[in-house]
């Protein structure tokens, strides 16, 4: 019982920084309702300037006050964030917002980079904290009791500004009606960037207080992120009592998984967050009315009718010139198109939920990896001929995301596209700890088409088939009875199902058809590739599909194709450069300011205007 109630103490003290820092999350999702996945780049920016501080400043007060100073840097940083990047796309659709916040990672990893270099930094430890205290005769680090006692004071302090000041009035009324807020006089701009402030500096504090357990490095941010995410949609989006809750019941249970399932380790986090929301579906505290939007908000799109006859000359043109790539192009640009297609594919058929259906998957490259995975399992364990297993990738990728959906379907918004990675992490554990079938991360190799396919030139002219007919079938579903069914029970989901439409069986679907067909980008890519790793899998794969469908456009039909083609020749370019994470944030968030359309949506913007302008004339 003594080795238990220490193992409880330092789940206890782990909590502590976590709650911190999914703390700032769930106060700024709750009024900005912005998905700020740069939020864990506030908590990297912390531990770096809080161990500089640390360094400069000794002995007990130079301790402690390198926390608070810290705390207040990451504000500043994270206003200056909120004020340059964020703001001018507030009108824009909710979750449009990770685009840019993903741009806002790759540039801070570059300048953290660029200013503490690429070695890890050791934490100092606490003065007049060293060493341990036992407790019925355990161990236990006597900073995690200090965390422990630090942590209430934290929850009390941040309930009391919420519940009895001002601004915690102000914040709690935006929370619930932001346009009401806005009626009243309320400087919502002001507003918006103190609680992005005040987020920022909890995420800096969690980061500078967890020093002595850990330190700093570049990969802080991508570690917690995930395990923010999990204890904030837990809790509940927007509630602080939730989010202390959920980070104590996480942290606690990764120390005991540590140590009786240690293989576990990788998802049990997921698998309690899918868990409670299956059971619950805005979390433990949370509310159905800040689950978020669907990702279609504005004015009505404009109805979807097919290319007017000069739209489709250029279509087959463009067609046309890649069929007659191969008669003047060399070999590395043939494999770079057969990289561009595939991901147009699988960007496509993110795009057909997203778009069309209002369906925002954080984890959709369960299906791209799966159907890659489907289809090397056969040729590496069975010999099975490379035709019978390219068909079975999308149909494999299709039933997992018939078993998926049957769960994520009853969700809407942030709380869908949350229980979506959860399954998406556990496919992807699945993939890395099942070493005897998956070779976990050495991969399974040596996956290569049949002879008849073996050369570039003909396994091009194979993925340009494919992939294209593809895209052009899940246009044409677009614009099939189905397709309207699915943006009707997107813009309007009561009148849908008055009108005699069943909205979920429609969008259950629709997600098992997108599943689908990122099954055939994926079977496409194992056999281009050779081989294919677990990272195919990762949370990284989703949400580049996601950038790329916002870059493009997502309430046009072209979005995803013309984003992957975009972000593909971009990652080409940057990518020989030293700092091409920065240069590629950078461009993330200058097309999002200056297009928030999305690209294709832009240039059809501007195309409407010169149209109206010549009438006009």
């Known amino acids: 019982m003594a080795f238990f109630f220490a193992q409880f103490l330092t789940g206890l003290a782990n909590a502590a920084a976590l709650f911190l ?12 309702r912005i998905v700020n996945f740069a939020h864990g780049s506030f908590y990297m920016l912390g531990a770096f300037i809080g161990v500089t501080l640390m360094e400069i400043l000794p002995g007990h007060v130079g301790f ?6 810290t705390g207040l840097a990451v504000g500043l940083i994270g206003a200056l964030v909120e004020m340059v990047v964020l703001r001018p796309i507030y009108r824009a659709p909710e979750l449009f917002q990770l685009v840019a916040t993903f741009g806002v990672i790759l540039v801070i990893q570059d300048l953290a980079l660029m200013v503490w270099g690429a070695e890890d930094r050791l934490g100092p430890r606490a003065p007049g904290l060293r060493g341990i205290w036992r407790i019925f005769g355990e161990p236990v680090l006597k900073y995690d ?17 919420i519940s009895r000041t001002r601004l915690g009035v102000l914040v709690r009324a935006a929370t619930q009606d932001r346009e009401m807020v806005g009626a009243l006089g309320v400087n ?7 609680v992005f402030a005040l987020g920022s500096a909890l995420a800096g504090l969690g980061g500078a207080l967890q020093l002595p357990k850990g330190g700093a490095d570049l990969l802080m941010d991508f570690n ?15 509630s602080l009592p939730g989010a202390f809750i959920a980070s104590v019941i996480i942290s606690v249970l990764n120390v005991f998984g540590v140590t009786y399932l240690p293989q576990s380790t990788l998802v049990l986090m997921f698998v309690v967050m899918a868990v409670v929301l299956i059971i619950r579906p805005y979390g433990l505290l949370g509310r159905e009315e800040v689950a978020g939007e669907h990702g279609q908000v504005g004015a009505p799109e404009t109805p979807i009718r097919p290319y007017p006859p000069a739209g489709q000359i250029a279509v087959a043109a463009f067609l046309g010139l890649l069929a007659l790539l191969p008669l003047f192009a060399d070999q590395f640009v043939l494999i770079l198109m057969i990289d561009m297609v595939v991901f147009a594919l699988f ?3 993110l795009h057909f939920i997203l778009g069309s259906g209002g369906m925002v998957s954080f984890g959709h490259a369960a299906f791209f990896g799966g159907g890659a995975y489907a289809a090397a399992l056969l040729v590496f364990h069975f010999d099975t001929p490379m035709e019978l297993a390219f068909l079975f990738a999308p149909l494999a990728a299709g039933i997992l995301a018939l078993a998926i959906g049957w769960f994520c379907i009853r969700l809407t918004g942030v709380y869908f596209a949350m229980l979506t990675l959860a399954f998406s992490q556990l496919v992807w554990s699945l993939a890395y700890q099942w070493r005897d079938v998956t070779r976990g991360d050495d991969g399974l190799v040596n996956i290569w088409p049949a002879e008849w396919l073996s050369g570039t030139v003909p396994y091009y002219y194979f993925t340009l088939i494919l992939g294209v007919g593809g895209i ?9 009875p189905f397709g309207y069914a699915l943006r009707a029970g997107r813009d309007s989901p009561r009148q849908a199902e008055a009108t005699g439409i069943d909205v979920k069986r429609v969008q259950f679907g629709a997600f098992a058809l997108a599943g689908a067909m990122a099954g055939l980008a994926g079977g496409i890519f ?35 194709v013309v984003g992957a083609g975009f972000m593909t020749l971009v990652e080409d370019w940057l990518t020989r450069l030293e700092y091409w994470r920065l240069l590629l944030g950078l461009v993330i968030i200058a097309v999002v300011i200056i297009a928030p359309e999305g690209i294709v949506g832009s240039f059809r913007t501007l195309w409407a205007r010169i149209r109206h302008k010549e009438d006009a004339a």
């Open 64 to 69: 402690w006050g390198s926390i608070l100073l």
């Open 21 to 32: 820092v999914a703390s700032g999350l769930s106060l700024i999702f709750g009024v900005t």
């Open 224 to 238: 917690i992120i995930g395990a923010v995410f999990v204890v904030v949609v837990i809790g509940g989006m927007g």
């Open 472 to 480: 052009i079938f899940l246009r044409h579903v677009i614009h099939a």
């Open 347 to 349: 960007a496509a058929s």
């Open 145 to 161: 009791i200090v965390l422990i006692a630090i942590t209430p004071v934290i929850l009390f302090a941040l309930w009391y500004l």
């Open 188 to 194: 919502q701009a002001w507003l918006f960037t103190g």
């Open 526 to 560: 194992v056999f281009s590739k050779g081989s294919v790793f677990p990272t195919e899998l990762e949370i990284a794969a989703s949400f580049d599909a996601l950038i790329v469908v916002f870059l493009g456009g997502v309430k046009t039909l072209a979005g995803g």
